[in-house]
């Protein structure tokens, strides 16, 4: 009998609002020192699957609500040749809910968001490379920072940890006003620019002010934004960057699913707000905001969501459809931008030359149609924006504004050359 898994709280809403201006598809990757060898990935790919039940899924239709089911078909590693978090094809993937991809030195994970969040995808990739450089006769010791393939799949890695950690403390979640939204000329294609820097300048840079590296690129990227499209526009709307939490740092949850919250940071920007003035206010909400307290209350409010009786007897169209609804009118439109930040990656210590930096692709939607994702290691620090507007005002003013502020230097490069 086939095994199947509940979809997760917070998938249950990409499913929902999953269309071809929103994918719901990121991506992890690591740059290898030398051209991937196909064949070898494969192998890889089929010894780490057999580990991971939960990623080994397919979509299963229900009346109530879609579920994951087993899927026990072969995965295959695919050369990389459409632009990065495209949609998932079933077809493409035989039925498999995220990809494998290869181009010269590059391995590449792109997750559908409902089967994983970024800390699971990570856990898959970290396995797949270390199997991957073992098939190429390497001789590297597993110490404890990768996934034993060994192991029996553990059931706490199939937790549903929203449920699992919800509490009884219900307090009414005000409810968050608009903000600033970029618009720009859409095409069909996702741009992605990386700026690659060492992670030692970028921590002495946020140090020198006090603060956190989120906190001090989140606030670099205000200013860009404001520069680019609000400095000579008589409404002033705020400018918020959402800001997902790994929430296993706050609850023990060895969960491989998805398991995360959202923070909301933001400040009006004016003609004397000072970079100092940005700094201060982003440091303060987002301490604030990622306090263990604020993000259980903001757990229970989804999940009391979902489990409200009236919902669970409702047809799943209508469903969706409101989950689409609270979405946009709640989700998107409270926020400017997403960042989102993986921190820095730790493995086995004979696996770093191997590994030339990573890449952390988040997907843009209609109403974030630039997104950004942080990833660092072997003090490789890489910030990515994904885009699906003409228009990179915002991007270049960002590097522009980073190195100006701190002075350090930065390689960027693109999947256009843009």
Partial sequence: MEQWYKIDNAGKIFHAVSDPANSSVFRVAMIMKSPVEVDKLQRALDNVMKRLPMFAVKLGKGIFWDFLVENDKKLFVQKEHRFPCAPIDPIETNGFLFRVLYYEKRIAVEFFHSVTDGTGALEFLKALVYHYLLEQHNQIENDGSVLDIEDQPNTYELDDSYFNYKSDHKVKKPREGHAFQIKGTPIEETIVVHGVMKSSDIRTAAKAHGVTITAYITAVLIVAIYYEKLLYRSRKEEIKIAIPVNLR??????????????????????????????????????????????????????????????????????????????????????????????????????????????????????????????????????????????????????????????????????????
């Fill in 249 to 418: 740092k706050m609850f023990p949850s060895k969960s491989l699913r998805n398991f995360f919250a959202v923070v909301n940071v933001g400040i009006h920007v004016g003609e004397y707000t000072t970079l100092e003035g940005i700094l201060e206010e982003i440091s303060k909400q987002l301490q604030r905001k990622a306090e263990k307290e604020a993000l259980q209350l903001g757990l229970n409010h989804h999940v009391k969501l979902q489990t409200m009786l009236a919902a669970r007897f409702v047809p799943n169209f209508i469903k969706y459809y409101a989950l689409r609804y609270g979405y946009k009118s709640y989700g998107e439109r409270t926020k400017t931008m997403t960042l989102t930040n993986l921190g820095n990656v730790q493995l086995p210590e004979k696996m770093m030359p191997h590994i030339e930096h990573m890449e952390m692709v988040m997907y843009p939607t209609k109403k974030s149609p630039v997104n950004g994702g942080i990833c660092s290691i072997n003090d490789q620090f890489v910030i990515t924006f994904a885009r699906t507007i003409e228009e990179a005002d915002i991007i270049r003013t960002f590097f522009q504004e980073l190195t100006k502020t701190s002075g350090i230097d930065i390689e960027v490069y693109s999947n256009d050359g843009g």
